[in-house]
């Protein structure tokens, strides 16, 4: 479930049971919501110089950072522990 979807809209306090689940993994899980990145494009394209703040990009994340997405899905255990009061979908990019 987290390793292979979109963030699924889940039952509150129910573990395990979904509204829905998105197909596929999405653009969200590696480069966070973008929403504001393409309200931002929509209004008026400017081209930068600098980093674009309103997205994630993989290569401007420290080498720890872009490992922490990848793990999202591939870890080497042979089962997740999650810390608590965490979530399967609670990890956004560029979190730890
Ligand atoms: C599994 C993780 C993952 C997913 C899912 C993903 N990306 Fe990426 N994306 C990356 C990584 C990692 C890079 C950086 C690759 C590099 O430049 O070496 C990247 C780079 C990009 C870039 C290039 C940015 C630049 O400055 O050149 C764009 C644009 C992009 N992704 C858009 C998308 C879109 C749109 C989707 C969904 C349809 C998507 N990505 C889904 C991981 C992902």
Redesign the pocket.
């Known amino acids: 479930m987290s390793c292979h979807n979109a963030y699924p809209e889940q039952i509150p306090f129910v573990s395990g049971k979904f509204i829905n689940v998105p197909e596929g993994?999405?653009?969200?899980?590696?480069?966070r919501a973008?929403a504001l990145h393409v309200e931002e494009r929509l209004a008026e394209f400017t081209p930068r110089d600098s980093i674009?703040l309103t997205i994630i990009?993989?290569?401007h994340l420290s080498i720890s950072r872009?490992i922490d997405?990848?793990q999202q899905?591939h870890t080497t255990g042979a089962a997740t522990v999650l810390k608590e009061g965490r979530g399967d979908f609670d990890f956004r990019p560029g979190q730890t």
């Open positions: 993994i999405s653009c969200e899980r590696c480069h973008g674009d990009n993989q290569t872009q997405v990848c899905s």
